[in-house]
């Protein structure tokens, strides 16, 4: 069993809760008015959005040293949903692991809406969720806890695979702004 600490309550952060605890691992969700409550957990889901990440990192940088923390951003300029705000070679998840050399840094969750993450379906299809990083013992860790909550976890490779992801899902949700695709369903791994 795993105890997970995932900071953000919304909507990502309720609907990963869920999973979690339907895989028998133990979970506690932090918000912005948590600060002064240490995380304890040995998975550390970042559930919050881009601009909230420096925040966390001052609040709690010194609590993440050696845990597996994972990255769920999508990097958007939210004035034009026109870009994203990382360098095109970089990611949101390569910022976050060059800020926490001490702490495992995974991708993951960032190219499945909330809803998908909530039903586990995308559609006809599980709801797959692609994780990168580099450390495959703490991969391996983060797949199994997905697994075991219902849905599909699958290994897309290293750290610098995140850059991929982060493009897959600002271009899933352009598509679902533009009405293209519904907020409850996205792309899908068959
Ligand atoms: N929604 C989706 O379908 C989806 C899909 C893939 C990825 N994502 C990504 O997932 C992340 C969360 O999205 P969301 O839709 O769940 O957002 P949301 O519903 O707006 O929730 C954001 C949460 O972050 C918390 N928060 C903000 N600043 C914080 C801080 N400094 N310390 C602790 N908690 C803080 C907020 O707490 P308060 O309410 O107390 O401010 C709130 O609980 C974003 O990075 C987003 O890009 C979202």
Not at 10 to 35: C, H, P, Y
Not at 113 to 140: C, H, M, N, R, Y
Not at 157 to 165: C, I, N, Q, V, Y
């Amino acid at each position: 069993m795993t105890h997970v600490s995932i900071i953000g309550s919304g909507n990502m952060g309720q609907a990963i809760s869920s999973v979690v605890a339907r895989g028998g691992n133990t979970v506690e969700l932090f918000n912005s008015t948590d600060k002064d409550k240490p995380v304890t957990g040995d998975v550390v889901i970042l559930a919050v959005p881009y601009p909230a990440i420096d925040q966390v990192l001052a609040d709690r940088a010194d609590q993440l040293s050696g845990k597996v923390v994972v990255d769920i951003t999508n990097p958007l300029n939210f004035e034009t949903f026109d870009s994203l705000v990382v360098p095109a070679d970089g990611s949101a998840a390569a910022e976050l692991a060059e800020k926490l050399p001490d702490s495992k840094v995974l991708k993951a969750f960032n190219t499945t809406f909330a809803a998908t993450v909530a039903s586990g379906q995308v559609g006809e299809v599980p709801t797959t969720v692609l994780i990168a990083g580099d450390d495959a013992d703490a991969k391996a860790q983060f797949a199994g806890i997905v697994s075991a909550g219902g849905l599909k976890a699958v290994d897309a490779g290293p750290l610098k695979r995140a850059r991929e992801l982060e493009a897959v899902g600002f271009l899933q949700l352009t598509l679902a702004v533009g009405e293209k695709v519904a907020w409850t369903g996205g792309f899908g791994l068959v």
